[in-house]
């Protein structure tokens, strides 16, 4: 984790290493962020859950070099009913919304690689947008606060 | 991460698993969990009444043992996830491929 909670909590911010070592940190500091909006549990367990999924995809398959040498900012915001997390990266350009897996149970092990997280992210949240900005993917994802 | 397995009867094992089913918590029980899941026993109950999180590499996970588990003749069954475990399995069609129960001697029966 390359800034401590603390320092950014209050912007309910944090940037983490692109390396997976570091997802365990970012699971502790979201759920705290997310807490700090009053949403029951299952939304705490919905906001984990997808940013778990996209985080990893991300590390896993969006560098071509060393993913530990890039930052990936995670921050958490209220949006009108709202309540949203926005991930950041520089990684290659990758459009989750671009492809409908539609997932059937038979066909989950033969999945393509990454293709169950991005359907449990659909699948957890109200609304998901992508932009390409510049060299990097905002990803946002958007869960109704009641 | 905690893996615990007992013996029910002659031929099913419980494995019990305790802690977070994220990258970190997959990547400690993998080896341990896809050799006790080869065991020579026949059927196989996998419980998650102690796993709070489960992504979709726990979830690759439970596939890999629900193939090696059916290849050889045996019967799997998941044992008492919480809400939010049970709604990951659910969203993603697990439920269809491995039954989902509450109680033990529901999933014993399931299986033997």
Not at chain 1, 104 to 125: F, H, N, Q
Not at chain 2, 48 to 76: D, H, N, Q, W, Y
């Amino acid at each position: 984790v390359v800034s401590s909670p603390e320092h950014q909590a209050a912007e309910h911010k944090l940037v983490i290493r692109g390396d997976l070592a570091d997802l365990s940190g970012m699971s502790v500091w979201l759920a705290s962020a997310v807490e700090d909006f009053a949403v029951p549990a299952t939304t705490v367990f919905a906001f984990d859950l997808c940013a778990n999924e996209a985080v990893t995809n991300t590390i896993s398959y969006g560098y071509r070099d060393n993913p530990a040498e890039h930052n990936i900012t995670l921050q958490v915001q209220r949006e009108g009913d709202f309540l949203s997390l926005t991930i950041t990266d520089d990684g290659i350009a990758f459009n989750p919304l671009e492809r409908d897996y539609r997932l059937l149970p038979a066909d989950l092990e033969a999945a393509p690689i990454g293709g169950l997280g991005v359907e449990l992210i659909r699948k957890y949240m109200d609304q998901v947008r992508y932009a390409r900005v510049g060299d990097c993917n905002v990803l946002t994802m958007l869960a109704a606060l009641s | 991460m905690v893996v615990n397995d007992e013996l029910i009867g002659e031929s099913v094992h419980k494995i019990k698993l305790s802690g977070r089913l994220d990258v970190a918590g997959v990547g400690q029980i993998e080896t341990r969990f896809s050799g006790l899941t080869a065991a020579p026993r026949k059927s196989l109950i996998v419980d998650l009444s102690e796993v709070p999180f489960l992504s979709s590499l726990g979830i690759r996970l439970m596939l890999m043992c629900a193939k090696s588990v059916t290849k050889r003749g045996g019967r799997i069954a998941v044992l008492g996830p919480d809400e939010n475990v049970r709604g990951v399995l659910v969203a993603a069609g697990i439920d269809k491929l491995i039954p989902i129960f509450s109680a033990l001697n529901e999933a014993v029966a399931a299986v033997s």
